[in-house]
């Protein structure tokens, strides 16, 4: 049974930090990439991060580029995502997703297979 379990979310100021985890077990993890997106109320949901099976990284909106970084521990089967320097426009759903072995030029969350249930971030101002 594949299960994607996002945890790390929270209530933070601006200018401050989460490290968002996704545990995951059920799929061979190393050979997948990683992924992050998010969702805030009203609006589609946003590719903000991939991690490919060899470390490869991308980020996808300029917003967060400098600001996030995404990680994986294989022997663990679980991808982070560091965020620093929040600001409230980054307040939404965070989901992580695991795909096919590279990650995608454009962020379509049909190139992905699995997904967790997301944990929430909110930043306040």
């Known amino acids: 049974q594949v299960q994607l379990v996002e945890s790390g979310g929270g209530l933070v100021q601006q200018g401050g930090s989460l490290r968002l985890a996704c545990t995951t077990s059920?799929?061979?993890?190393?050979?997948?990439?990683m992924g992050w997106f998010r969702q805030a109320p009203g609006k589609e949901r946003e590719g903000v991060s991939c991690?490919?099976?060899?470390?490869?990284?991308?980020y996808y909106p300029d917003s967060v580029k400098g600001r996030f970084t995404i990680s994986r521990d294989n022997a663990k089967s679980t991808v982070y995502l560091e965020m620093n320097s929040l600001k409230p426009e980054d307040s939404a759903n965070y989901f992580c997703?695991?795909?096919?072995?590279?990650?995608?030029?454009?962020?379509?969350?049909?190139?992905?297979?699995?997904w967790g249930q997301g944990t929430q971030v909110t930043v306040s101002s």
């Open positions: 997703a695991a795909g096919p072995p590279s990650c995608p030029l454009v962020p379509a969350t049909a190139w992905y297979d699995y």
């Open positions: 991690i490919s099976h060899s470390n490869d990284t991308s």
């Open positions: 059920g799929f061979t993890f190393e050979i997948y990439a």
